[in-house]
């Protein structure tokens, strides 16, 4: 580049903002847009710490294996020139460092190398991040960078975009000393960048050619299902006829389209949450390779679920009360999607029920519910069982029941099975009783795994949060055990029912199934008052220690009357007695008959 400014120029701007005419027009913008950030005395550019440059690394997985031949290749002729090569991602971020050894070192004193963050916004201009901002190749020299310290180098970047999307993928940057003539750095970094651009076109054609092969896999097993399957760019690798004859939502699918390249870095579970729902009537499977998502298959619901229709057990779920309903809603909805799920509630809560209740109501109700218990898990019976394929099955259900109870060892193998058993088709349905992302926080539970099993998260609040559903809860449990186990039918005076609703119910509805078995078992009439309850459930503070036999049959004569909404024949039917016996007793005690309504 034969035209560069002198250090004056750059000094007259910084003192007073005005710029001298040998400065290019492109430089004085960048320097304008730097201006008033501050930064100017800046020495080095900010630097990420290593768990956050691994994240940028990880997240630019693809970039970065479309530029290893290139950087492998220039790393090896750069030694001894006193050039370095830098791949940065989207953001600016040094993600990739080769060449000269010295320079290199060099470099570590401004961050120029791995995890130095190279945007405007951060350091001024730079051919890095003003290569960014304009969104075409910048070469720079000594004083036109923006930070004086910075003034010890030249560089010239170019971007990498994806050519089936044109957006920016990263920056491919070659640096060296100020004082090192260099003729040919632009051309050089213009031609590696589209070196790597030509491999992530290989790349792409490679995942087109698996997303096909997947795409026919899973027509054998589903016949003649309409389909759809997208490559990372969002275009179409194959469309069923049918598909396009039955996919009416142009609208729907063309903003579909336009989300997934800007996701389909991310994790598979986070692409397939926020696809969720883009779509209606359509069940999405994001397509991946090891850990890496490729693309999208979408399959169009040919007979679909009717909500309350054909989900008996949800309904009944969500009648107890507002708090159950909005569950019930919940899980109707994500019952429809293949999305992991992570159902979190303290014990007794019922979480193994509506695990069952969203399977049955789900695309997999033909398949099998298997239930795993992880904390009984041991290391070498579940590997032997993974290797003999003796887990998971095509189509079903994997339900993993208290996860954050399981060994590190253990957490591991799972990792490796949901892997193997999603891509085969199986649903993932988690269920903790402690918080999973608190146990991730506390370095207790992998956050790989978590990840993996927290697509999306339903949250069933224990009874004491949800009292209004107290009553209706124990009057569906007590149908239940009358139809299960041939109970008898029991009946609750309102001091009673005041002390259920009352209580904290630790054990939640495990507690209240176990409680309503043992009052069938110990009541004599079906008739339960504050009396008949574990002392645990009585919260009258008068002495009841000193209560006489007259004083508790009294309460039962009263207690079976209001039950009986004041008919004395089934009142004494319930009581075991005649009802003159009754009348007599009433009249013994001075208490009136009720009247006839």
């Not at 035209?3 to 000094?11: A, M, Y």
């Not at 109700?365 to 099955?393: H, K, N, Q, V």
């Not at 609040?461 to 008898?488: F, K, T």
């Amino acid at each position: 580049m034969a035209h560069r400014i002198r250090k004056r120029g750059w000094e007259e701007f910084m003192a007073v903002g005005r710029a001298s005419p040998d400065v290019r027009s492109e430089v004085l913008q960048s320097w304008q847009r730097s201006a008033g950030r501050r930064i100017e005395k800046l020495k080095q550019a900010p630097l990420l710490s290593e768990e956050d440059l691994l994240t940028q690394r990880a997240q630019a997985r693809r970039l970065r294996s479309g530029a290893r031949g290139v950087l492998n290749r220039a790393g090896s002729l750069l030694g001894g020139s006193e050039n370095i090569l830098l791949l940065c991602d989207r953001g600016g971020v040094v993600l990739d460092a080769v060449g000269d050894e010295t320079t290199l070192a060099r470099g570590r004193e401004n961050h120029l190398h791995l995890g130095g963050h190279w945007t405007e916004d951060a350091i001024g201009t730079n051919a890095i991040g003003t290569a960014i901002a304009l969104a075409r190749p910048v070469e720079l020299r000594d004083a036109e960078h923006f930070c004086e310290e910075i003034h010890r180098w030249n560089c010239a970047a170019t971007p990498i975009t994806d050519q089936s999307t044109g957006l920016l993928l990263g920056v491919m940057d070659i640096s060296w000393p100020s004082d090192l003539t260099q003729a040919s750095a632009m051309a050089l970094s213009a031609a590696l960048a589209l070196q790597v651009e030509s491999e992530l076109i290989r790349l792409l054609a490679r995942e087109r050619e698996f997303l096909m092969e997947q795409l026919h896999l899973r027509r054998l097993r589903r016949g003649n299902e309409p389909m759809l399957i997208m490559d990372r760019s969002g275009a179409d690798v194959f469309a069923t006829e049918n598909f396009v004859r039955f996919c009416d939502d142009d609208k729907a699918l063309r903003r579909l389209r336009e989300r997934i390249p800007n996701l389909i870095d991310q994790a598979p579970d986070t692409i397939s949450e926020a696809l969720a729902g883009c779509l209606p009537g359509t069940d999405m499977e994001v397509i991946e390779t090891g850990s890496d998502a490729i693309g999208v298959l979408i399959s169009l619901r040919r007979n679909r679920l009717h909500a309350g229709e054909s989900c008996p057990d949800l309904v009944r779920i969500g009648a107890a009360g507002a708090v159950s309903a909005t569950l019930s809603a919940q899980a109707k909805r994500l019952a429809q999607t293949a999305i992991p799920l992570l159902v979190e509630g303290e014990t007794g809560t019922g979480k193994t029920h509506l695990a069952r209740a969203i399977h049955r109501a789900s695309l997999q109700s033909g398949g099998p519910f298997e239930l795993i218990d992880c904390a009984r898990l041991t290391a070498a019976p579940l590997r032997e069982d993974m290797l003999e394929g003796r887990i998971g099955a095509d189509d079903g259900v994997l339900c993993l029941n208290r996860p954050e109870e399981a060994s590190p060892e253990v957490q591991k193998l799972l990792l490796n099975l949901i892997e193997d058993v999603s891509g085969a088709g199986m649903r993932i349905i988690a269920l903790a009783t402690r918080p999973l992302y608190k146990e991730m926080q506390k370095g207790a539970f992998r956050s790989d795994l978590y990840y993996r099993l927290a697509g999306a998260k339903l949250e069933i609040r224990p009874l004491r949060e949800r009292r209004d559903e107290i009553a209706p809860l124990l009057s569906e449990l007590v149908r239940n055990h009358m139809a299960d186990r041939g109970g008898r039918e029991l009946k609750f005076t309102s001091g009673a029912m005041a002390a259920l609703i009352a209580h904290a119910w630790p054990g939640n509805l495990l507690e209240m199934t176990h409680l309503i078995a043992t009052l069938d078992a110990l009541s004599p009439t079906g008739l339960i008052d504050v009396r008949s309850l574990p002392p645990e459930f009585r919260h009258s503070g008068g002495g009841s220690g000193e209560e006489t036999l007259r004083d508790k049959e009294r309460q039962e004569i009263l207690g079976a009357i209001e039950v009986e909404n004041g008919n004395l024949t089934r009142a004494a039917r319930r009581l075991g007695i005649a009802r003159s016996t009754l009348y007599l007793k009433l009249e013994s005690y001075g208490l009136p008959r009720p009247r006839k309504t």
